[in-house]
């Protein structure tokens, strides 16, 4: 089975992955995670753990693509650590609805907008069992590729649409945050 939106292959690998670690269709455990077995996509993975005690999602893992994409280190941060008020709040719920629903979240185009980066990439968000059997865990894969822009001072056009999508956790579409031209 592939996830039927990406187009990257190492989304399709990512989620191969994880299905793989399904047990009767349900939310892989965390333990169950073994990096060793997907030792090429590790630059790409990252992973968050919810904690009670600052009611936000910490980082617990990032590849070396997603920590060179960050000027802020990550490692032991929450998100409203690592990213502003109003982004931190839109992560925290998207990945909360990834975890209560549960649901995949898929993203295509921009993925780096926030960061005023132009070029192009792909994310998948899955969820993750902690060690007390509750899905408060998320794990992702990004893969981005940079774009030159000629004129550093002027905004370039899209070069696709952006895709922000919630999916069934078999990647079937279930609703649309976002896409625009």
Not at 18 to 34: K, M, Q
Not at 123 to 142: E, Q, S, W, Y
Request: aromatic share 10%.
């Amino acid at each position: 089975m592939s996830f039927p939106l990406c187009r990257d292959r190492r989304i399709a690998q990512f989620f191969d992955y994880w299905t793989g670690l399904r047990v009767s269709g349900g939310i892989p455990d965390n333990a169950a995670f073994d990096p060793t077995e997907i030792g090429p996509l590790l630059p790409s993975i990252w992973k968050l753990h919810w904690e009670d005690e600052t009611r936000d999602f910490v980082y617990r893992l990032a590849g070396e693509e997603i920590l060179a994409m960050f000027t802020t280190p990550t490692r032991h941060r929450t998100l409203g650590e690592v990213h502003d008020r109003a982004l931190s709040e839109t992560l925290r719920n998207r990945y909360q609805a990834v975890c209560r629903t549960p649901v995949a979240f898929y993203s295509r185009g921009r993925i780096y907008r926030h960061l005023d980066r132009y070029g192009t990439g792909e994310r998948l968000v899955l969820p993750l069992m902690d060690a007390k059997g509750r899905p408060r865990i998320v794990i992702g894969c990004t893969v981005y590729a940079a774009s030159r822009w000629p004129n550093p001072s002027a905004r370039p056009p899209a070069p696709e649409a952006d895709l922000d999508v919630f999916t069934s956790l078999d990647g079937a579409p279930l609703e649309r945050i976002r896409e625009a031209g």
